[in-house]
């Protein structure tokens, strides 16, 4: 049995445990559903048959009835109720305590004309000493908005005032909802909305442009070519756009061939497109019959956006890389994207070759 009893205006108890006037009823059949008029989540009594209810210790003849008979129990809410009259009166504005009690110094007195065109709303919470306040406002034809607060406990009379707040974006007026609205949702949009780009932002862009570039670092080995003598792709990395600035461009590629009956060329290729057919060579190394690792590198000079010069290298008897050749320069537009590939010509299909990492260093000139 659900025993629902009404102990003051604004409470009543189901089964010995105290709510706030805040739910309603609904009628499905002879069953009745509780749940709260604010959060419709908040069922407080899913659908049961009506004679499973008493309020106020009646057990109601039908849902019907049972209905009519819980509508001033479980809700309630203290509507302003101006009457068109210009004459001052008294708004009927409680103070509610804890205990749900009111006396005559919990109501507000307005001085002033009402009339049937001001619509109402309220804002209402508990204050620490557990007495629920309300601040109520509401709008006038003329669009003045008025505020109404009750009083304090002490019997101390509080101000009912009038502001008249129009739009505008300063502290007196009152912003536009809709665009608040706007600007919320966009705080809470995930990703790059404005597609904004590190050059956009001009500070960030300074701070980084100072910084050496990595631009790739693949530690991940290629799959192993083996029984062919034709040129292979063993891996291909896309340079985007603006992604490369002038100054140094190291490229490093580590290699293994296991067998020894033949040596095999290794290349770097770029084109625009990600496939070696019609792409430009931009290092090459053909490697001895006995040759099995190959550390492959090659150091660039980025130019004016616009020339990729290369070096070919040779270690000295001091340990220093030294050039051993004259610079090979290869158009280079800085602008455009490049696919950079990795490739190799094994010279006897008996042996096999893998690419073990790969790194790109790019460091801006100062």
């Known amino acids: 049995m659900n025993a629902i009893v009404g102990i003051s205006t604004t409470k009543f108890q189901l089964n010995g445990i105290k709510y706030l006037k805040n739910y309603v009823s609904r009628v499905v059949g002879d069953r009745v559903e509780v749940f709260n008029n604010y959060e419709r989540a ?215 061939k296991a067998g020894s009956a033949g040596t095999v060329i290794v290349q770097f290729l770029i084109n625009t497109t990600n496939t070696p057919t019609g792409a430009t060579s931009i290092a090459t190394y053909t490697s001895t019959t006995n040759t099995r690792t190959m550390p492959f590198s090659r150091k660039f000079v980025v130019r004016g956006g616009t020339s990729l010069i290369g070096f070919n290298s040779a270690i000295s008897a001091i340990t220093d890389t030294v050039s051993n050749s004259s610079s090979t320069t290869t158009s280079f537009d800085v602008t455009q994207g490049y696919y950079l590939m990795v490739v190799v010509t094994l010279q006897n299909g008996a042996d096999s070759i893998i690419q073990d990492g790969f790194e790109m260093i790019n460091r801006k000139a100062t």
């Open 42 to 256: 908040d069922v407080l009594i899913p659908l049961t048959d009506y004679a499973e209810f008493s309020v106020n210790g009646t057990i109601y003849d039908s849902a019907a009835n049972l209905q009519a008979g819980l509508l001033d129990v479980l809700f309630y809410r203290n509507t302003l109720q101006p009457g068109g009259d210009p004459e001052p009166y008294v708004l009927t504005l409680q103070g509610v305590t804890a205990e749900g009690n009111t006396t005559v110094d919990d109501l507000i007195v307005f001085q002033g004309t009402v009339k049937n065109e001001y619509k109402y709303n309220r804002i209402k919470h508990f204050g620490a000493n557990g007495r629920l306040q309300e601040l109520i406002f509401g709008e006038n034809a003329d669009g003045s908005v008025q505020f109404y607060l009750p009083l304090n406990k002490t019997g101390a009379k509080t101000l009912a005032t009038t502001e008249d707040f129009a739009l505008g974006e300063t502290a007196s007026t009152a912003y536009r909802g809709d665009r608040g609205k706007i600007a919320y949702d966009h705080t809470n949009t995930e990703g790059n909305p404005h597609n904004t780009q590190i050059r956009d932002i001009t500070v960030l862009l300074e701070a980084v442009s100072n910084l050496p570039k990595v631009k790739f670092s693949d530690p991940v080995a290629s799959s192993l070519v083996t029984s062919s003598t034709s040129l292979t792709v063993l891996k291909s990395y896309f340079l985007p756009p603006n992604s490369i600035a002038n100054g140094i461009l190291d490229i490093y590629a580590a290699i293994s």
